[in-house]
Every structure is written in structure tokens, then in C-alpha cells.
């Protein structure tokens, strides 16, 4: 099991900037492709942002690629999101994921419970 903790959520005024961190253990000795989601009520899950192992590879949803960048840092077994010039329409839960590297939800094994994040106008 892999088990993942977001932080770093908050309210914001659009046009700000915010870093979320996505801690991982357990089974931490994989090494596991990561991603970001979001959810915003009434909406389906969907993708922002993706990694892999080593960091060098990254996908992002197109509609995000300009504004958020998505990192890791092994050695903290930490995955970051970088959001700038966020908009109200960012506002969302958002979720980290392990063992896919996808923008489909179905690919990934492990899920985080979720930080939400909300943009003023």
C-alpha cells in the first residue's frame, strides 16, 4: 500500500500563485509515476498534471500546461504542483495519485484524500 497526503491548499485571489505538495510512504520503494487531479462539485474527475519516476518525463492537460508545472523530489518522496495565475475556475479538490501516467483516472492505484483550493475573484 501506498498511502498520500496533500497539502498546501488555501484561498487565493486569481492571478496568485500556489505550490501543492503530495507526501508519500509505504511502498515508496517502487517507483511509482505520479499525477495530479482535481474535482470540482458537480464535475467528473480530471486530469491536470502527470510525472514520472526519474522527473524527466511530464504530461500536463492542455488547458494547464502554460500555467502549472508538476515536480518531485525523491529524496523527500514528495510530488509538487505549481499553479500560477490561477483563475476561479481552478477552484477544486485537489489529488495526488500514484502508479499511472495518464490523464485517466482509471490507470491509477493509489489516491490522496484531496486538499481543496479556492480562487477568489
Known amino acids: 500500500q501506498v498511502q498520500l497526503v496533500e497539502s498546501g491548499g488555501k484561498l487565493v485571489q486569481a492571478g496568485g500563485s500556489l505550490r501543492l505538495s503530495c507526501a508519500a510512504s509505504g511502498r515508496t520503494f517502487r517507483r511509482y509515476a505520479m499525477g495530479w487531479f482535481r474535482q470540482a462539485p458537480g464535475k467528473e474527475r480530471e486530469f491536470v498534471a502527470a510525472?514520472?519516476?526519474?522527473?524527466?518525463?511530464?504530461t500536463y492537460a492542455d488547458s494547464m500546461k502554460d500555467r502549472f508545472t508538476i515536480s518531485r523530489d525523491n529524496a523527500k518522496n514528495t510530488v509538487y504542483l505549481q499553479m500560477n495565475s490561477l483563475k476561479p475556475e481552478d477552484t477544486a479538490v485537489y489529488y495526488c495519485a500514484a502508479g499511472g501516467y495518464s490523464g485517466r483516472v482509471s490507470e491509477y492505484d493509489y489516491w490522496g484524500q484531496g486538499t481543496q483550493v479556492t480562487v477568489s475573484s
Open positions: 510525472i514520472t519516476w526519474s522527473g524527466v518525463s511530464t
